[in-house]
């Protein structure tokens, strides 16, 4: 339908009226992006899959490259025709064997078929896909930190601007987009724009996935429309809590996100209403915890693997994520103070202001 029916401004225009935004974490909306990824001149462009999900607690990634990993290599055809890219890379976890063997089959498959290489489907389109393996760094899921280590340097965010649509991987053009994002595409471009943009809210379309775990009684992937509630994921899908405990909170968006109190149960899972509420959507992690839950604790978790994982460029992130966790284990331990909560603010606010990327940025999310 798209190599033979559309032009590259129509597949972008439903992609717009579509209303889908990026399910990596930020919501950036995805036919801008694309628009903005084809407005840039340039003898060669790319089109790349980050496939890389490092939160704790999340496998919605996983489960699309395991069970339909075609429908991943049809939408980042369908982005490459659209930007004028030619070549395009899948930057997935080593950590995933399955998917990343299941993945190789499906592009071998789509070789076979004439679906990937020269020419498709005897068009003068061409387009083919490499696989490229993350070696575990969560840094790596932010977007320029993944392109140097597609690149084979070691992973470290770039500064930006210029953002990787005008300058990405060997600093041609770019387009990157999540699993989850891709996976929507095929069906946005069979529907209709009118037929995704129907389900959800106003500012946040369609579906989203979650992996569901923690303390509640149906653990796994949950797909709900979004603006779906808290409540109504955790009791009516997940089956409230076990053991008769109480709800105490909720944590969305991994070590990037924050954890959503019983007042706001009734909070609907969108990208807005959870950044109202000092939370992120994030990727889709969604932990839940009953009342014995010790929520300093859990920022300690947190910030331990944020810690563990910055990559060391900035000074912020390096330096001032180290301080809260030494603040964190002194409250923990029982020794700290009224002006060790002054000193967590502080700190937290100015990593926040002062980072460079995503990771830093968000690290003081939990103690927030």
């Not at 025709?81 to 063997?101: D, F, H, L, S």
């Not at 061409?126 to 930190?145: N, S, W, Y």
């Not at 009953?290 to 978790?301: E, H, N, Q």
């Not at 029982?334 to 000193?343: A, F, P, Q, T, V």
Request: proline share 5%.
């Amino acid at each position: 339908k798209v190599l033979k029916k559309m032009t590259p401004e129509e597949v972008i225009e439903v992609m717009k009226n579509s209303g889908l935004r990026g399910r990596g974490g930020a919501g950036f909306p995805t036919g801008k992006k694309w628009e903005l990824t084809k407005s840039y001149e340039a003898d060669q462009k790319y089109v790349v899959c980050n496939a890389d999900e490092g939160d704790p607690g999340a496998f919605m990634d996983r489960s699309i490259l395991e069970g339909d990993p075609h429908s991943v290599l049809e939408a980042m055809e369908i982005a490459a025709y659209t930007i004028g890219a030619t070549k395009g890379y899948i930057y997935v976890r080593a950590e995933y064997p399955i998917a990343v063997k299941r993945l190789q089959i499906a592009i071998n498959q789509a070789r076979e078929y004439g679906l990937l290489g020269n020419h498709i489907l005897g068009t003068d389109f061409c387009f083919d896909i490499e696989i490229r393996l993350g070696a575990g760094a969560f840094v790596c899921g932010e977007e320029t930190a993944l392109l140097e280590s597609i690149e084979g340097k070691r992973g470290q965010p770039r500064v930006k601007p210029p953002y990787p649509a005008e300058s990405g991987l060997w600093g041609k053009p770019t387009l990157i987009n999540n699993v989850e994002t891709y996976a929507n595409v095929a069906q946005i471009i069979l529907n209709g724009a009118e037929w995704f943009s129907s389900i959800g809210t106003a500012t946040s379309k369609g579906t989203k996935v979650f992996a569901l775990g923690g303390n509640v009684n149906n653990i796994g992937l949950v797909e709900v429309p979004m603006g779906t509630t808290l409540r109504e994921i955790v009791y009516d899908i997940g089956g409230g809590i076990p053991n008769k405990r109480e709800f105490k909170a909720a944590q969305t968006g991994g070590p990037s996100g924050g954890c959503i109190p019983k007042e706001h149960l009734d909070t609907p899972i969108d990208y807005e209403s959870l950044k109202t509420i000092g939370s992120m959507m994030g990727s889709g992690g969604l932990i839940v915890m009953d009342d014995t839950k010790c929520m300093v604790c859990l920022a300690k978790f947190y910030l331990e693997f944020t810690v563990s994982e910055s990559c060391g460029k900035c000074t912020p992130c390096r330096i001032g994520t180290k301080r809260m966790l030494e603040l964190l284990e002194k409250l923990c331990s029982g020794e700290g103070s009224e002006l060790d909560i002054y000193k967590l603010e502080k700190l937290a606010v100015n990593i926040q202001k002062a980072s460079i990327c995503g990771l830093g940025q968000s690290a003081p999310n939990p103690v927030l």
